[in-house]
């Protein structure tokens, strides 16, 4: 079992920054690949940024890449998203995520363990 908990979201003005972290507590946070998934109203859930179990590999969606930064350190068992220039269309719920296995997986089904989530808004 791998227990997860997001913090960091808030409320930002579009362009401001914002970093969410992820604790991961339980079995080893190494050995499981990871990433953040959000879901705004009526639509859903996708991931945004992942991460291998090592770290050298990351994934983003289209929308953030150049903007959002992944990163992880297994040695503090957490994760962080630093998300930089956002806009509007960033607000939903974040959701940092664990699955058995090392590589990444944009399939919400694949993700074995997942965090309560933390509101990020983003105002006009």
């Known amino acids: 079992q791998v227990q997860l908990v997001e913090s960091g979201g808030g409320l930002v003005q579009a362009g401001g920054s914002l970093r969410l972290s992820c604790a991961a507590s339980?079995?080893?946070?190494?050995?499981?690949?990871a990433g953040w998934f959000r879901q705004a109203p009526g639509k859903e859930r996708e991931l945004v940024a992942g991460?291998?179990?090592?770290?050298?590999?990351?994934y983003y969606e289209d929308s953030v890449k150049g903007r959002f930064t992944i990163s992880r350190d297994n040695a503090k068992n957490t994760m962080a998203l630093q998300m930089n220039s956002l806009k509007p269309e960033d607000t939903a719920v974040y959701y940092c995520?664990?699955?058995?296995?090392?590589?990444?997986?944009?399939?919400?089904?694949?993700?074995?363990?997942w965090g309560q989530g933390t509101q990020v808004t983003v105002s006009s």
């Open positions: 995520a664990a699955r058995s296995g090392t590589y990444i997986s944009r399939m919400e089904r694949s993700y074995d363990y």
């Open positions: 339980g079995r080893a946070f190494s050995s499981y690949a």
């Open positions: 991460v291998t179990w090592s770290g050298d590999g990351t």
